[in-house]
T-cell receptor, first 114, second 114 residues
C-alpha cells in the first residue's frame, strides 16, 4: 500500500459526459501528479500540482482540468468524453516538487467510455 | 525533448534464470533515472533509482541497475528470477530541476515460467 488513495476504482460512462477523479496523497506529500495509461500511448504525464499551485503540464487535453485543494487532495476533471479517453488514470504524490523525489502511485481509476 | 526506449516489449524467462531488461534514454540535459514495476491490476512501485554517485544501483527484490552515461543506458538486472517477478517493468527519467514529472518508456513485460 503506497498510501495514495484514488476514487472511484472503476468508472463507466458515455461519450460526451463529464467525470471527476479524486486523489488523496500520502500524508505529508505536497506534490500530486496525474498520469494516463493506455495501450496505445503508454504512461503519459498529464499535470502536476505542488502545494495547491500548478507546477508542470504535460500532454493534457483542453477538455481535461485539475486542481489541488487546501487539504492537498486533488481532482482531475474530464469533460466531453470520447471513446479514446478510456484508460487507467493514476495519481502519484511526492514530498517535494523536483525530479529527485520518489513518486508514490495510487492504484488507479479505470475509466471506460462507451 | 527527453525520451525513453525500452528495447524489448516482452521478455520470457525460466525461473532461476538471470534476466536483463534494457533501457536507453535520450536527453540534452542531466536526468534522474528510475525503474518501476507494475503487478497486474496494481499501481506502480519504485524498484530503484539513480540520482548521482555510484553507477551501480541496488533496489528492492534483488534487482539492480547500472547507469552508463556514454551509452545513455540504464539496464535492469536480476541474477535469478522468481515466478513472482512476472510483471510489467517501466524505465523512466525526470529532469534535474523542479516542476518536472516522469517520462516513461513503453514498458517490458517480464514473464517467468517454471
Amino acid at each position: 500500500d503506497s498510501g495514495v488513495t484514488q476514487t472511484p476504482k472503476h468508472l463507466i460512462t458515455a461519450t460526451g459526459q463529464r467525470v471527476t477523479l479524486r486523489c488523496s496523497p500520502r500524508s505529508g506529500d505536497l506534490s500530486v501528479y496525474w498520469y494516463q495509461q493506455s495501450l496505445d500511448q503508454g504512461l503519459q504525464f498529464l499535470i502536476q500540482y505542488y502545494n495547491g499551485e500548478e507546477r508542470a503540464k504535460g500532454n493534457i487535453l483542453e477538455r481535461f482540468s485539475a486542481q489541488q485543494f487546501p487539504d492537498l487532495h486533488s481532482e482531475l476533471n474530464l469533460s466531453s468524453l470520447e471513446l479514446g479517453d478510456s484508460a487507467l488514470y493514476f495519481c502519484a504524490s511526492s514530498e517535494g516538487p523536483g525530479g529527485s523525489y520518489e513518486q508514490y502511485f495510487g492504484p488507479g481509476t479505470r475509466l471506460t467510455v462507451t | 525533448a527527453q525520451s525513453v526506449t525500452q528495447l524489448d516489449s516482452q521478455v520470457p524467462v525460466f525461473e532461476e534464470a538471470p534476466v536483463e531488461l534494457r533501457c536507453n534514454y535520450s536527453s540534452s540535459v542531466s536526468v534522474y533515472l528510475f525503474w518501476y514495476v507494475q503487478y497486474p491490476n496494481q499501481g506502480l512501485q519504485l524498484l530503484l533509482k539513480y540520482l548521482s554517485g555510484s553507477t551501480l544501483v541496488k533496489g528492492i527484490n534483488g534487482f539492480e541497475a547500472e547507469f552508463n552515461k556514454s551509452q545513455t543506458s540504464f539496464h535492469l538486472r536480476k541474477p535469478s528470477v522468481h515466478i513472482s517477478d512476472t510483471a510489467e517493468y517501466f524505465c523512466a527519467v525526470s529532469l534535474r530541476q523542479a516542476g518536472t514529472a516522469l517520462i516513461f518508456g513503453k514498458g517490458t513485460t517480464l514473464s517467468v515460467s517454471s
